[in-house]
């Protein structure tokens, strides 16, 4: 038994590359090159994301305040012990409503409901028609308000605001944030009462206001700064980011890395790092980027040598939004060989992950 040890350790003096591939198998030691350096952030889901939105939709809600009055509402104005002057009035385009034995028309858009009823109440005094008026008004069909929620986001949609709503909550209201989302929130606006006029629209410059807010702060600062109140004409805009795919057997983590935006720059070997790396079967040299040709309308398939980069020997090679960075291992070149194959893998079922910068 002595001697059976002793040759042992003798070969593997003799042979460290053997004592390495014992060590690989015993505790999971991979060589130099498959340890790569954890992702600059932890990954999400989309889901996780839209989970979080809505805990913190629900936590940060706008303080109350009455929403003004606006073109298209549908009032019910209601006075007391006076039945014949109760109604509902339509708010026409130019913001005012008839009433009643009033000769002039009233000017109703940007008031909230309870300073018309004042106004109403006062208006009954003066043209001789209640002497204590008591007057009371609700918005019952709200078409002021719109807020068009477009972009990489679940449900697309027009929403009425019909109370105090926040950047948040109008996102859940949206189905919150689609897979190929990026990492920006754009809220278009022009002038609203409750947020005063700019300087260059005082100066008769009606120019929109353009908001932008990372989803990163929005969601993880705790900042209420950023989780803005949202306004009736406001357009809230979530930009495509693009999807970068890593897939085969090599690769720790496969899934469909979201870029932060169109315009961003992804590389294979930071697309190999979001991915978690590459394992100890993986054949890093046999790798393909597997890319939409908008001629043939085919895949065209370009070689990649992963551990020639990691070595400097040759450049890292950028990828596009849509590309699929294949990384085999020995049981994968089988699949390789068939590009088509393995971008149907990737376009079944792939996990989709977004990483905070």
Excluded: C
């Amino acid at each position: 038994m002595i001697r059976y040890v002793r040759t042992i350790s003798d070969s593997v003096r003799a042979k460290p590359a053997l004592l390495l591939g014992i060590l690989s198998i015993l505790f999971g030691i991979h060589p130099a090159y498959a340890q790569q350096a954890p992702p600059p952030a932890q990954e999400q889901t989309p889901q996780q994301t839209n989970d979080k939105i809505r805990q913190l939709a629900a936590l940060a809600q706008a303080a109350p305040r009455d929403t003004p009055v606006g073109a298209g509402d549908l009032l019910h104005i209601e006075v007391f012990d006076v039945p014949e002057l109760s109604r509902d009035v339509r708010v026409s385009d130019t913001g005012d409503i008839s009433f009643p034995l009033i000769p002039d028309k009233i000017q109703t858009s940007g008031l909230t409901t309870f300073q018309l009823e004042q106004k109403l109440a006062q208006l009954l005094i003066q043209n001789g028609l209640v002497s204590h008026p008591q007057v009371s008004v609700f918005i019952k069909e709200q078409q002021s308000q719109p807020v068009s929620v477009v972009g990489a986001v679940g449900k697309p949609s027009v929403f009425q605001i019909v109370r105090p709503t926040t950047l948040l909550e109008i996102l859940t209201a949206a189905g919150g944030i689609a897979d190929q989302a990026g990492n920006v929130v754009i809220v278009t606006r022009g002038d609203h009462p409750a947020v005063g006029k700019s300087d260059a629209a005082a100066a008769g410059d009606s120019q929109p206001q353009t908001v932008t807010i990372r989803l990163q702060d929005l969601l993880e600062s705790g900042n209420p700064a950023f989780n803005i109140q949202i306004y009736g004409g406001d357009i809230v805009s979530v930009p495509a980011g693009g999807i970068v795919y890593v897939a085969g057997g090599g690769i720790n983590q496969p899934g469909g890395y979201v870029l932060q935006n169109h315009g961003e720059q992804i590389t294979v070997m930071k697309a190999v790092a979001l991915a978690h790396g590459i394992n100890g079967y993986a054949k890093p040299n046999q790798a393909v980027v597997m890319r939409n040709n908008p001629v043939t309308g085919q895949k065209d398939v370009i070689p990649v040598r992963i551990k020639d980069i990691e070595n400097q020997k040759t450049e890292d090679v950028k990828l596009n939004s849509n590309d699929i960075l294949y990384i085999p291992d020995s049981l994968g070149l089988k699949i390789l060989a068939k590009g088509s194959e393995a971008a149907l893998q990737v376009g079944t079922g792939v996990a989709i992950y977004r990483s905070n910068p």
